[in-house]
């Protein structure tokens, strides 16, 4: 509003100048010039003072959220999906087979015979949860793509209430849960689902806080550490290259996740395990299934040392568990993927399906 105020003064500027000359009562015409040229140029100084005050906050909001995550090499052979990469740490946790079934919704099988096809060696009696702890980077949909930001400023004068909502929405996203794979949802003794039942994510994010609840899971709005990436290094840590991450939530209930991993030669689960259990169509209350196809085959994975195996400890307050729990050596994998999803389709149409 003040800009374009200002932009009808400089245009009338001129035209008032020149009338004012002509009058025939006007004397010393001369000084009246000086006095109209000081004026512009003062004008034309608070229009431009005014346009730089405006677009600072915009050229803060780019430079808040520095990532060190690989652009997204999928969007243009996917224009019309959501898609992205996901760049953070899976890493598998035993638990007990009698713990899981007592998580796990009743109705829902587990599929023992799948996973002991991909890890034949798995411990006899034990169940691999999977925790998932990723930074979500570039995300694009139809040509346009959310920037990165983790801290929105506080809005200038000129933001309307639109766009103060539009911009709250499109910030970048942390996500951290645990979830439970090779479950028997449509008790074909086949098909693998992933029952996704709660989620630490960037408070700010309202879009992903209300999609997510919108299958059923339960949603934690978080604060996470570090604020804008996968994870941070660990300062003098016994180990070289050893990081951490944490999401925490006060609201609605306490929650929290957060995991410390550093570089392992130990034999760790392999790859077609991870791509498998990252592929399983995913649902929460069995009403709809959220499809996340993780690819495995893009540069951002397969470029030199984008993989590393770790070994680590997580500790987790968060539901199904009633407690908090805490696992040594749990075994993953640092990694990034890129992804396309499709969101609430029915469960139904997976069927076979193998990820």
């Known amino acids: 509003m003040i800009s374009t105020c200002l932009d009808l003064a400089l245009l009338c500027h001129p035209v008032l100048a020149f009338l004012s000359i002509q009058r025939p009562k006007m ?19 608070i229009r431009y003072a005014s346009t730089s005050y405006t677009q600072a906050p915009q050229d803060i909001i780019s430079d808040i959220c520095q990532t060190k995550d690989q652009p997204n090499p999928i969007a243009s052979l996917y224009p019309m999906n ?34 002991r096809h991909l890890l034949p060696s798995f411990p006899k009696d034990m169940y691999p949860a999977i925790l998932e702890a990723m930074h979500d980077h570039e ?9 990165d930001f983790s801290v929105r400023p506080s809005p200038t004068p000129q933001e309307s209430a639109q766009k103060n909502k539009k911009r709250k929405n499109l910030t970048h996203m942390q996500r951290a849960g645990i979830s439970f794979p090779f479950l028997d949802l449509l008790h074909d003794n086949t098909t693998s689902f992933k029952w996704a039942p709660s989620l630490l994510i960037t408070a700010s994010h309202t879009v992903a806080l209300t999609g997510a609840s919108d299958y059923g899971t339960h949603t934690f709005p978080a604060t996470f550490s570090p604020p804008c990436d ?44 991870f791509a498998n259990v990252t592929n399983q169509p995913t649902f929460a209350d069995g009403k709809t299934c959220d499809q996340m196809i993780r690819f495995f085959n893009t540069s951002v994975t397969t470029a030199p040392n984008r993989i590393e195996s770790v070994s680590g400890t997580v500790k987790a307050t968060l539901f199904p568990f009633s407690e908090e729990m805490v696992w040594d050596h749990v075994l993953g994998l640092r990694l990034d993927t890129a992804f396309v999803e499709n969101n609430y389709l029915p469960c139904e149409n997976f069927r076979g399906y193998d990820g």
Request: proline letters at 10%; a positive charge; hydrophobic letters at 40%.
């Open 230 to 273: 996968a994870y941070t290094p660990v300062p003098a840590a016994k180990l070289p290259h050893t990081t951490s991450f944490s999401a925490r939530s006060q609201h609605p209930h306490p929650a929290a996740i957060s995991t410390v991993f550093a570089p392992t030669t130990h034999d760790i689960f392999p790859l077609p395990f």
């Open 139 to 147: 995300v694009q949909a139809f040509g346009y793509q959310i920037p």
């Open 82 to 115: 959501a898609t992205g990469t996901l760049n953070g740490t899976i890493s598998v946790i035993p638990i007990s087979l009698k713990l899981a079934r007592e998580l796990i919704p009743s109705q829902y099988g587990i599929l023992e015979h799948a996973y």
């Open 27 to 45: 004397h010393a015409q001369q000084s009246r010039w000086q006095y109209f040229l000081l004026s512009f140029l003062s004008l034309l100084a």
